[in-house]
DNA sequence: TCTGGGGTCCTAGGACCC
DNA sequence: TCTGGGGTCCTAGGACCC
C-alpha cells in the first residue's frame, strides 16, 4: 500500500514569503530564538552557503554582502499556515498523520496507482493555491521510502517535477538511484549512524538496502533493522493515528542575557510553568511529576560551568498551574547554586495519564480538585479570548528580564487582529 | 557582544522482589 | 572457603527526528 510523504519546501522560509511577495527570488533565512542560528533557508540562501543551526552572528558578514533578508522566528504565523496546509491535504486521502509542523503522510491505498503522480500535482497546485506555499510530494511503499522519493522530488531526479513516485521505478532504477546516494540521507540514519556505517564500508544506501538484516540488528538496534527492512520494500512502520496524546511536554528557552539570581530564575520557572501546564491541559492530561534544569552558557568556556537538574514527584497527578509551579519551585531552590550566569532553564512534565485514567486515592480532596478544574478552565478561556498571558500568576512576574530577543519579526498577519495584512498598503 | 526548542524511541544498568 | 537467578520496573543517557 502506497504512502505519499507531503513536505513544504523550506517551511518558515516559504510561509514569510506568502504574505511578502517581494522576498520571491532572494536570499532569506529564517533565526532561531533570541535570533541564534539559521533554521530555514530559501534555496538562495542555500546556494550561497549558509548552514542548517549555523550561528546567525557568524553569518551576519556574508549577510550584508550579499543583502540576505533575516527573520525572527514567528511559530505563531507557522502553526497557523500549518494548520490550513494539514486541513486541505487530509481531504485528499482518507487517514493522515501529522508528522510534524510542515509534513505529513497520507495513506494512498486503493488509488490508481498509473494516475497518482497526477494526483499528487493536484495537491501541490491546491496547497500553492489555497495558501500560497509550495510543497514536494515521494510515493512509496513504505514510509521510509516515502521519504526518501519526498527527497528525491525536491533535488528534481528523474525530471520530477515536485512529484517522485518510486512505484513506477525498476528495480534496476532504483538500484541505481539508491547506489548515488549516501546513507546518511535515510531516516533514521544521523551523523553518529552514519559514521559508525562507514567504518563498516557501507557508504550509500544500495550498501544499506543489501546488509545483512541480522548483523545490523546486533551493530545496531531494532530501529535499524526496521529501517533496512523498510528499504526493501517490507512496510515496517505504519500511520499513527492522529492526536495521540504526547508523551512529555518540555518547555525551555536560551535567555535574552544571562541570569544570575534566583528571583529572576523563579520568574522563567513559573512562566515556563504555566506555558507547559496549558498544553497539558489541551490534551487533557495530567502529570505525576515536574523536572527543571538550569544551565549556564556552554559556549563560554571561560566561565564557570554548571548545570542543576532535578525531578519533583507531585502528591497527585494534576494539571493545575499553582501545583506544578510549587514544585517546580521548590525543585529549583535545591539547584540553585549562586555565582553563575545561567543562560537557560526549562521544565518537562512526565508521566503524563489521561485526566480521566488516574486512579483516586484515599486522600485526595475530590472538592479541592474540582475547584481546582474550574479555575484553571477559568483561566484557559480568558486568556484564549483576550490573548496569551492577559491571565497569570504573579510568580511568572513582570519584568521578565530573561525574555528573548525577537528583533526580526515579521507580523502575525493570520492570527492577530491588529496585524492584519491591509489591502493596497505599501510593502 | 551574539550559538534553538520540542519531541520520540531504545538500551543498559540499578533497584527491588521473590 | 563457598554468597542465586530471574523477572519487572524505573531512570539516565544516547541516538534520532523536525
Known sequence: MPFALIDCNNF????????????????????????????????????????MGEPWFKMEKLAKQHGIIAFSSNYTLYGDLSARVMSILSTFAPRQEVYSIDECFLDLSGFDPASLTSYCQKMRQTIQRNVGLPVCVGIAETKTLAKLANHCAKKGFFGANGVCDFGLLDDTQRSALFSSISAGEIWGVGRRISEKLLTMKIKTIEDLRTANLERMRSQFSVVM????????????????????????????????SMITELDDLSESIAYFTTRAAEKLRGDGSVAASIAVFIYTNPFKEDAPQYNGSITVALSHPSDDTRELI??????????????????????????????????????????????????????????????????????????????????????????????????????
Open 12 to 51: 518558515y522560509v516559504s510561509c514569510e514569503r506568502a504574505f511578502q511577495p517581494k522576498l520571491e527570488g532572494k536570499p532569506v533565512v529564517v533565526l532561531s530564538n533570541n535570533d541564534g542560528c539559521v533554521v530555514s533557508r530559501s534555496n538562495e540562501a542555500k546556494a550561497l552557503g549558509l548552514q
Open 225 to 256: 533493522a526496521r529501517t533496512v527492512q523498510e528499504l526493501n520494500g517490507v512496510s515496517c512502520l505504519e500511520l499513527e493515528k492522529v492526536g495521540k496524546a504526547r508523551q512529555q511536554i518540555v518547555v525551555s528557552r536560551s535567555f535574552g
Open 326 to 427: 510549587k514544585a517546580a519551585l521548590s525543585g529549583l531552590r535545591e539547584i540553585y547554586r549562586s555565582g553563575f550566569h545561567y543562560k537557560k532553564s526549562g521544565i518537562q512534565l512526565m508521566g503524563l495519564q489521561g485526566k480521566g485514567t488516574i486512579q483516586p486515592t484515599l486522600f485526595d480532596d475530590t472538592e479541592k480538585q474540582s475547584k481546582s478544574t474550574t479555575v484553571m478552565r477559568t483561566m484557559d478561556a480568558i486568556n484564549r479570548k483576550m490573548g496569551k498571558g492577559s491571565v497569570t500568576l504573579a510568580a511568572s512576574g513582570i519584568q521578565q528580564r530573561w525574555a528573548m530577543h525577537r528583533g526580526r519579526h515579521s507580523r502575525n498577519f493570520t492570527t492577530d487582529w491588529g496585524e492584519l495584512m491591509v489591502v493596497g498598503e505599501d510593502k
